[in-house]
């Protein structure tokens, strides 16, 4: 009496997408699974289970009998959030023994800034006084160093210094905007403080500033030629003085 089993018996030989790790924002990740089967016929194996950030390709492969191997390749995206992408199972049916399971995960690494103090969101100074100062602070939240591109500041708005590089885990990079006190009265108008260079993109502070104080002017002088008869009444005559500022003046005429 003897007998004879046929048909496939598929296993994962080898995993290389057990472990991925992409940049975030940069190319994405790839790693080859390997697919053999033992048996001693061939199979059309069906690949399945994955979802985003993971894919497969091919999605359907064979693999020939006594040894033959089919290679996938599971790709992980590189959008999503810092940290881990999840674990994920791809199951390839099509042998006559069952569904053979391959672990997928992945982890995303980068840098991650964010605007962590303001103090240029509303500069204050007098016209024609000093120059009104605010830091802003940058903190990387990622797990890797970044090196910042400061940039989008024009008159009467600067920032130094225009790079500076932020430590992974909670490091800062700390700028100064100043604004000059040439201008009008008022409003110095809105801009925003672009920091490029991170990996999760560019991250942006608003800039903005007010010029206080009183501007007063002569407006209008009837004493200028005043006119009278000697011996007569006084002439006199108005002199208007206005003041263009956002502050109240106490005026002193001598």
């Given at each position: 009496?003897?007998?004879?089993?046929?048909?496939?018996?598929?296993?994962?030989?080898?995993?290389?997408?057990?472990?991925?790790?992409?940049?975030?924002?940069?190319?994405?990740?790839?790693?080859?699974?390997?697919?053999?089967?033992?048996?001693?016929?061939?199979?059309?194996?069906?690949?399945?289970?994955?979802?985003?950030?993971?894919?497969?390709?091919?999605?359907?492969?064979?693999?020939?009998?006594?040894?033959?191997?089919?290679?996938?390749?599971?790709?992980?995206?590189?959008?999503?959030?810092?940290?881990?992408?999840?674990?994920?199972?791809?199951?390839?049916?099509?042998?006559?023994?069952?569904?053979?399971?391959?672990?997928?995960?992945?982890?995303?690494?980068?840098?991650?800034?964010?605007?962590?103090?303001?103090?240029?969101?509303?500069?204050?100074?007098?016209?024609?006084?000093?120059?009104?100062?605010?830091?802003?602070?940058?903190?990387?939240?990622?797990?890797?160093?970044?090196?910042?591109?400061?940039?989008?500041?024009?008159?009467?708005?600067?920032?130094?210094?225009?790079?500076?590089?932020?430590?992974?885990?909670?490091?800062?990079?700390?700028?100064?905007?100043?604004?000059?006190?040439?201008?009008?009265?008022?409003?110095?108008?809105?801009?925003?403080?672009?920091a490029a260079g991170a990996s999760n993109g560019t991250v942006?502070?608003?800039?903005?500033?007010?010029?206080?104080?009183?501007?007063?002017?002569?407006?209008?002088?009837?004493?200028?030629?005043?006119?009278?008869?000697?011996?007569?009444?006084?002439?006199?005559?108005?002199?208007?003085?206005?003041?263009?500022?956002?502050?109240?003046?106490?005026?002193?005429?001598?």
């Open positions: 009496v003897s007998g004879t089993l046929n048909g496939s018996g598929v296993s994962v030989s080898s995993n290389g997408a057990a472990a991925l790790n992409a940049v975030k924002g940069a190319a994405a990740a790839s790693g080859n699974v390997t697919f053999t089967n033992s048996g001693n016929q061939a199979a059309t194996l069906t690949l399945s289970g994955l979802s985003a950030p993971y894919t497969v390709s091919p999605a359907t492969c064979s693999a020939a009998a006594g040894g033959g191997s089919c290679v996938v390749t599971v790709g992980m995206t590189t959008g999503g959030s810092l940290g881990a992408q999840g674990a994920q199972t791809l199951t390839a049916t099509g042998g006559t023994t069952g569904p053979a399971s391959a672990g997928v995960s992945g982890t995303l690494s980068g840098s991650a800034i964010a605007v962590s103090a303001n103090n240029a969101s509303a500069l204050s100074a007098s016209k024609g006084g000093a120059n009104a100062d605010g830091t802003i602070t940058f903190t990387n939240s990622g797990d890797q160093a970044a090196t910042l591109t400061l940039s989008g500041l024009s008159a009467p708005y600067s920032v130094s210094p225009t790079s500076c590089s932020v430590a992974a885990g909670g490091g800062t990079c700390v700028v100064t905007v100043s604004m000059t006190t040439g201008g009008a009265f008022g409003s110095q108008g809105a801009q925003s403080l672009s942006g502070a608003p800039v903005s500033g007010t010029l206080n104080g009183s501007g007063v002017s002569v407006s209008s002088n009837g004493a200028a030629g005043l006119n009278a008869v000697k011996g007569a009444a006084a002439a006199n005559g108005n002199v208007t003085f206005t003041n263009s500022g956002n502050q109240a003046a106490t005026l002193t005429l001598s």
